[in-house]
């Protein structure tokens, strides 16, 4: 049974950091390329970061890029995401997912996913 587990979310100030995590269990993790998404209230999912299988490739949206951080460790089954400076146009619930195959923002090319973790951050 394939199971992601997202951890790490939580209330925060405007400007301060999280570091999520997402577990993983019953892929072979090191084959497998994870995203980041998130969807707010009222919105649809959307993109966030993604990193490839390989470690190669990495892509992030442009709302986040240069705050939000991307990284895996295979050893451990996990990626993480890394978000400083928060802005509260960032709260919202974040899923990782996973997939075989390129790193791709496209949500509807991903085969599992988690049940995610609530980021709130105020003003």
């Known amino acids: 049974q394939v199971q992601l587990v997202e951890s790490g979310g939580g209330l925060v100030q405007a400007g301060g950091f999280l570091r999520l995590s997402c577990s993983t269990s019953?892929?072979?993790?090191?084959?497998?390329?994870m995203g980041w998404f998130r969807q707010a209230p009222g919105k649809e999912r959307e993109f966030v970061s993604v990193?490839?299988?390989?470690?190669?490739?990495?892509r992030y949206a442009d709302s986040v890029k240069g705050r939000f951080t991307i990284s895996r460790d295979n050893s451990k089954n996990s990626v993480y995401l890394q978000m400083n400076s928060l802005e509260p146009e960032d709260t919202a619930v974040y899923y990782c997912?996973?997939?075989?195959?390129?790193?791709?923002?496209?949500?509807?090319?991903?085969?599992?996913w988690g049940q995610g973790t609530q980021v709130t951050v105020s003003s």
């Open positions: 990193i490839s299988w390989s470690n190669d490739r990495i």
């Open positions: 997912a996973a997939r075989r195959g390129t790193a791709t923002p496209a949500l509807n090319l991903y085969d599992y």
């Open positions: 019953g892929i072979t993790f090191s084959v497998y390329t």
